[in-house]
C-alpha cells in the first residue's frame, strides 16, 4: 500500500539555519503531495502543497518540490526561525474516492536562537 | 468563514465505557474525515462521511462509528474503550473537487484518555 517516510527527528538548528527535511513516498499513480505543521497543544495546519511531478510548492518562506524520480517532496528553507519550531509531517492523498491522507511519522524541529 | 471546530477538548474516559466526540466543519465544506494521531506519531485515517453516508474506512474496528448530519457536521463514536484508544483525534473537512487534490483542513483535537 502507499506509505510515507520522512527523516527521523529531532532536528536542532540555530536561528537563520538552513533547514531541510526528507520525505520519500510509495504510491501507485500520482498521488498529491503535503506538508502539514503541528505547533505544541494545537491541531495540523497544511503548509504547502504539490498536486504534479515538478510541481513547486511553496508558503511562509518554505518551499517543496514533487520529484516523481526520485519519488520525493523534501521540506527546505532557507532561514528557520524560532516560531517554526514545531512537528512537521510529510502526506500524501491517495488516489482513492476518499483522497484520504497517508502521512509520515513527523519530524520534530527546535529552533534555538 | 468559520474553521473547522471540534468538542470537547479534552476529555477522560475508563476502560470499557463509550465516548461521542463532534466536530463542525468549515463553512460549505460537505466531506469530514475523521484521524486518530497516537503520541509521536502520524495521524492514521479512521473514515471518512460525505453527504451523511459513509464513503471509505481505514484500519479501525467497527466499535469505531460515525455520524454526519444534514448541515455536514459529524460526531465520532466509540464503544468499549480500550487504553490503547488513548490519542488525539482529528477532523478535517474538505470540498472534493474533479482533480483529486482534496485539501483537507483540520479542526485542534479531542485529547481521549483512556484509564
Known amino acids: 500500500g502507499d506509505s510515507v517516510t520522512q527523516m527521523e527527528g529531532p532536528v536542532t538548528l540555530s536561528e537563520e539555519a538552513f533547514l531541510t527535511i526528507n520525505c520519500t513516498y510509495t504510491?501507485?499513480?500520482?498521488?498529491?503531495l503535503f506538508w502539514y505543521v503541528q505547533y505544541p497543544g494545537e491541531g495540523l495546519q497544511l503548509l504547502l502543497k504539490?498536486?504534479?511531478?515538478?510541481d513547486k510548492g511553496s508558503n511562509k518562506g518554505f518551499e517543496a518540490t514533487y520529484r516523481k524520480e526520485t519519488t520525493s517532496f523534501h521540506l527546505e528553507k532557507g532561514s528557520v526561525q524560532v516560531s517554526d519550531s514545531a512537528v512537521y509531517f510529510c502526506?500524501?492523498?491517495?488516489?482513492?474516492?476518499?483522497?484520504?491522507?497517508?502521512f509520515g511519522q513527523g519530524t520534530t524541529l527546535q529552533v534555538k536562537p | 468563514e468559520t474553521g473547522v471546530t471540534q468538542s470537547p477538548t479534552h476529555l477522560i474516559k475508563t476502560r470499557g465505557q463509550q465516548v461521542t466526540l463532534r466536530c463542525s466543519s468549515q463553512?460549505?465544506?460537505?466531506?469530514v474525515s475523521w484521524y486518530q494521531q497516537a503520541l509521536g506519531q502520524g495521524p492514521q485515517f479512521i473514515f471518512q462521511?460525505?453527504?451523511?453516508?459513509?464513503?471509505g474506512r481505514g484500519n479501525f474496528p467497527p466499535r469505531f462509528s460515525g455520524l454526519q448530519f444534514p448541515n455536514y457536521s459529524s460526531e465520532l463514536n466509540v464503544n468499549a474503550l480500550e487504553l490503547d484508544d488513548s490519542a488525539l483525534y482529528l477532523c478535517?473537512?474538505?470540498?472534493?473537487?474533479?482533480?483529486?487534490?482534496?485539501?483537507?483542513?483540520f479542526g485542534p483535537g479531542t485529547r481521549l484518555t483512556v484509564t
Open positions: 478535517a473537512s474538505s470540498l472534493p473537487n474533479s482533480g483529486r487534490a482534496y485539501e483537507q483542513y
Open positions: 504510491a501507485t499513480g500520482y498521488p498529491s
Open positions: 504539490a498536486t504534479k511531478a515538478d
Open positions: 502526506a500524501l492523498s491517495d488516489q482513492s474516492n476518499t483522497g484520504k491522507l497517508i
Open positions: 463553512s460549505g465544506h460537505n466531506t
Open positions: 462521511y460525505y453527504r451523511e453516508e459513509e464513503n
